[in-house]
């Protein structure tokens, strides 16, 4: 089952979305062409007086992905994950930075340093951070073109550090409900890898288990929780983690050494969640927001496997929830090439010889092209990777490694699906 289709009339106005089935009517009948490629959009030839139903846009954001969901009363006809590359733009920062000191400790000629005289203004995000925001909002908007969307729902997820550390802090009266317990266990999930520390078992039943236990002075501090299975867990009993992994050195310095590590994770998108909420906002729609413990609950009552498009469609208030899709679209920030003009070594010096090439017309790095010709031909949804003056294209796929063999093709064989905008895309299989 896959994603229903965008559909605009002769004037822009952005319809119901509809089957593939009924898109492909269209188009083969000749009343309705192709608009856009990825998220797959139809234009019709004529205009449509009737004026569409509104939609509901649902948004799970997390630190390395974002899940979106589009639903239509009870019915998610829509879906799409955002995998972002704020590790990637912190990592060229980090180089850029250290190639800078670098210099300057050498008495070569540099910038001068600039942070003394900068002041941020109010409510100034770290670029990676604010790279979460800038790509979530562009999809939103980007869909409010395409699709009627009436409401937007968001989990505004939060990890309070303080209550997780000691629940008793200021009363726990808001677990001694339905949903008693699951931002904690959810916390360590995410910390833990949902696997047992012990022996490392995967998809079981995982048990909440104190490192020092509460019988010899250990506290429910998140900093003395962990994860175990069920066998684990009773083979450990009372005694501490040292006593339990005598034998086992290793294990044991690296579970004392993640159980006091910051969850970078959710300190980021405890950094975000507000910032994305006001942004929102802005967009002149209802904002709904729940809870990553209503998130969670809602799926589980409704038997629905893990996923970021899943937890995105079960955001806010869910009764039912009928999933009509199970191909999400894939979307990875790939960013929009290098605004350097002189290429840098390891250490910092301009690379000799290296001379900015004329743009190819008409081709950009980052353009998604079928290969249609050639020894390579029947390539599809690849993206060019580098550029030649002299008309053979690198091509690789965003999930290859930069390691592997990357693919030529000429720019006589290849053909046009989608341009350069930022991101690469693919379906889940």
């Keep these: 089952m896959c994603n229903y289709v965008f559909v605009l009339d002769a004037n822009h106005k952005p319809l119901n979305p509809c089957r593939p089935v009924t898109a492909r009517k269209l188009l083969t009948a000749g009343k309705a062409a192709v608009y856009r490629r990825y998220p797959f959009t139809i234009i019709l030839k004529k205009q449509v007086e009737a004026e569409p139903k509104p939609m509901s846009l649902k948004i799970d954001p997390g630190s390395k992905m974002t899940g979106l969901a589009i639903v239509y009363g009870n019915q998610v006809v829509w879906s799409a994950e955002i995998e972002h590359r704020g590790s990637k733009i912190?990592?060229?920062?980090?180089?850029?930075?250290?190639?800078?000191?670098?210099?300057?400790?050498r008495k070569c000629r540099y910038r001068k340093p600039r942070f003394n005289n900068r002041k941020r203004p109010e409510g100034w995000l770290a670029p990676s951070l604010q790279h979460r925001v800038a790509t979530t909002m562009t999809w939103v908007l980007r869909l409010i073109k395409l699709t009627p969307i009436g409401s937007i729902s968001q989990e505004l997820v939060r990890f309070d550090t303080q209550k997780l550390q000691n629940p008793e802090i200021s009363g726990i009266e808001y677990q001694q409900g339905e949903l008693m317990g699951y931002e904690v266990r959810e916390y360590l999930y995410q910390k833990w890898d949902r696997q047992c520390v012990y022996c490392g078992a995967h998809s079981v039943k995982l048990e909440i288990e104190h490192i020092v236990p509460k019988s010899k002075g250990g506290t429910n501090r998140v900093s003395n929780l962990t994860l175990a299975c069920h066998r684990c867990n009773q083979a450990k009993g009372n005694l501490n983690a040292q006593d339990f992994l005598l034998g086992k050195p290793d294990v044991l310095k690296r579970i004392l050494a993640r159980a006091k590590q910051p969850l970078l994770d959710a300190a980021a998108v405890n950094?975000?969640?507000?910032?994305?909420?006001?942004?929102?906002?802005?967009?002149?729609?209802?904002?709904?927001?729940?809870?990553?413990?209503?998130?969670?609950?809602?799926?589980?009552?409704?038997g629905l496997p893990k996923s970021h498009w899943i937890d995105a469609a079960c955001v806010g208030e869910v009764a039912t929830l009928e999933i009509v899709t199970r191909q999400p679209l894939l979307i990875k920030a790939m960013g929009h090439g290098c605004r350097q003009v002189i290429q840098m070594d390891g250490i910092g010096f301009p690379r000799k010889g290296y001379k900015p090439?004329?743009?190819?017309?008409?081709?950009?790095?980052?353009?998604?092209?079928?290969?249609?010709?050639?020894?390579?031909?029947?390539?599809?949804?690849?993206?060019?990777?580098?550029?030649?003056?002299?008309?053979?294209?690198?091509?690789?796929?965003?999930?290859?490694?930069?390691?592997?063999?990357?693919?030529?093709?000429?720019?006589?064989?290849?053909?046009?699906?989608?341009r350069q905008d930022g991101y690469y895309y693919s379906f889940a299989k």
């Design 357 to 418: 090439k004329h743009p190819v017309k008409g081709w950009k790095t980052g353009d998604i092209v079928n290969v249609v010709a050639g020894k390579n031909a029947g390539l599809k949804g690849v993206r060019i990777k580098t550029v030649r003056a002299k008309g053979n294209f690198d091509l690789i796929g965003a999930d290859q490694d930069s390691s592997n063999k990357v693919l030529s093709a000429s720019r006589n064989y290849i053909q046009c699906v989608h």
């Design 90 to 105: 912190k990592s060229a920062l980090d180089s850029r930075r250290a190639v800078r000191r670098s210099r300057r400790n």
């Design 271 to 302: 950094s975000t969640r507000w910032k994305l909420y006001q942004s929102l906002k802005k967009t002149g729609l209802s904002v709904e927001v729940g809870t990553g413990g209503r998130t969670k609950y809602n799926r589980i009552k409704l």
